[in-house]
């Protein structure tokens, strides 16, 4: 006969504040900053920093206005192209207008 090892319902843990997240200030707003590792990704989204695609299985940051309870604006970043933001001159992206 085998061994339960499994946890209870009432014994499950409670979650910790993630440490892979931060809060950093860019041209006067507060950003929650996330990383996410390459596991972590299953879609292709569009860098707003240099509006190429960030692939699945890419690690790369999640950014979005901290206060933002439902990320309704949260911006998937490469992680270079975030650290170098002001870098970057203003460019037209795709649609029109800049994306940050």
């Not at 950093?24 to 292709?44: C, F, P």
């Not at 509006?51 to 790369?60: G, S």
């Amino acid at each position: 006969m085998g061994r339960r090892n499994r946890r209870q319902v009432a014994e499950q843990r409670e979650l910790r504040a993630t440490s892979n997240q931060t809060i950093e200030d860019w041209q006067g707003i507060s950003y929650v900053v996330r990383q996410l590792s390459g596991s972590g990704s299953t879609k292709t989204y569009r860098c707003p920093g240099c509006d190429h695609e960030v692939r699945p299985a890419t690690a790369h940051v999640v950014v979005w206005p901290e206060g933002d309870e439902d990320a309704d604006h949260r911006r998937h970043w490469h992680k270079v192209c975030w650290q170098h933001r002001d870098n970057r001159r203003a460019t037209q992206h795709r649609g029109g207008a800049p994306r940050f």
